[in-house]
């Protein structure tokens, strides 16, 4: 078959290192694979796969190039913006689903017709949002809150999400979705819970690979943008009440950064807490850690916690909405502690005592690239599951 994952940009995330591995796991089915982002990044990343082809489309370019785009997206910056919150896409993706429209003619005439198009994140099908294809399933990273006023809800649901096939990547997503869609009075075509693929050899690749930077005492670490939602003061002030001389190493960079490290210093944790910046691969982080921890505020899937454990190293997460519980089911439910300062520092000290424990390999059987990608290839199912 012949496969396309569309996402919004190719820069480091974990939503667009999601959408390399998909491709990656089309391809090592056996499947053409395509890859294209609709926005340009400075170090993009690149599939492991090398029969992945990569295609980029500068989509807002081209829908302000057409002057309508231009014109609808400051109509909608001056006058809608203002009065309801992250409305922007409604002019932009106008006119940004008719040039991806354009564009797929263009590659379907030179590659042959597509099979199936993967969307994913919400940011990515709001730049597409009038396009609209049966071959197409719209994958959501993370949870759907509403905070809108009905008539908002109402209208953004209409626009992304009413009448088509939508992927959650973990039950509590699903579930979000679910109380979302009611309450908008809106009804997808279909709702399946569909994992994100874990990489394992690709993973365990990198791993081994060296960083001059790594500390050579063992540690405790957190991989994630320094953003709220992370949640990384929790962390730290959990960190400091536990009461561990291991070091915390946070691998990572955002806008949080300058706060964290005046937390740092006004609690005295100067030199124990490290602060290792965006790494372009964090899996030696990973591997040589003695322990990984999640302390986000929610997490659709929690990808970094099976990341963790396909390097080895054991984790310990908060109990947040979304998907953590995908993957911290049976023998790992022991992993999930309180989402509460007092809660994350004793599960920190427990987890820390005695040897690393030893993986195994039946934990990530649900995450195997093969897996997932057949499941976004099984045909149509009408209604919600």
């Known amino acids: 078959m012949r ?15 999601v959408a390399v591995n ?32 990569c295609h980029s489309l500068r989509l807002k ?6 002057g309508i785009g231009l014109v609808l997206e400051l109509l909608v910056r001056l006058f809608i913006n203002p009065l309801v919150r992250r409305s922007l896409f409604l002019g932009s993706g106008v006119i940004g689903g008719a040039v991806f429209r354009l564009w797929l003619r263009r590659f379907e005439a030179r590659h042959g017709r597509v099979d199936r198009i993967v969307f994913r994140g919400v940011g990515t099908f709001e730049l597409v949002w009038t396009f609209r294809d049966a071959r197409a399933r719209y994958a959501l990273e993370n949870i759907l809150n509403i905070h809108e006023r009905r008539w908002c809800r109402w209208l953004f649901a209409r626009c992304l999400y009413q009448g088509r096939h939508l992927v959650a990547v973990s039950s509590g997503v699903a579930e979000s979705v679910r109380q979302a869609l009611a309450a908008s009075g809106c009804e997808p075509a279909s709702l399946q819970v569909i994992v994100n693929p874990c990489p394992l050899a690709s993973i365990r690749r990198q791993m081994r690979e060296s960083e001059p930077d790594l500390p050579e005492s063992p540690y405790i670490v957190n991989v994630a943008r320094l953003v ?25 960079d955002g806008q949080e950064r300058p706060r964290l490290e005046a937390l740092v210093e006004e609690l ?13 691969n964090p899996y030696p982080w990973m591997h040589h850690a003695r322990l990984f921890v999640l302390s986000s505020r929610f997490e659709g899937m929690g990808i970094v ?60 059987d649900d995450f195997r690239p093969e897996t997932v990608a057949s499941r976004f290839l099984e045909p149509e199912q009408q209604g919600a599951s």
């Open 3 to 17: 496969t396309l994952v569309v996402v919004r940009s190719l820069k480091m995330g974990g939503m667009e290192r």
């Open 22 to 53: 998909l491709a990656d796991a089309f391809a090592q089915a056996g499947h053409e694979s395509h890859l294209l982002s609709l926005s340009r990044a400075k170090r993009p990343l690149a599939p492991e796969e090398p029969s992945v082809v």
């Open 61 to 66: 370019r081209w829908a302000r190039l057409t």
């Open 228 to 252: 709220p939602a992370k949640d990384h003061a929790l962390l730290v002030r959990a960190y400091a009440r536990s009461g561990v001389e291991l070091p915390l190493v946070l691998v990572g």
């Open 268 to 280: 005295g944790l100067a030199g124990r807490v490290i602060f290792a910046g965006q790494r372009a």
């Open 305 to 364: 916690l099976f990341e963790a454990l396909a390097c080895g190293t054991p984790v310990l997460s908060v109990d947040c909405p979304g998907g953590i519980r995908e993957i911290l089911k049976g023998e790992l439910a022991s992993c999930v502690v309180p989402h509460d300062e007092e809660g994350l520092a004793e599960g920190i000290r427990t987890a820390v005592q005695g040897e690393k424990p030893a993986l195994d390999e039946a934990w990530l």
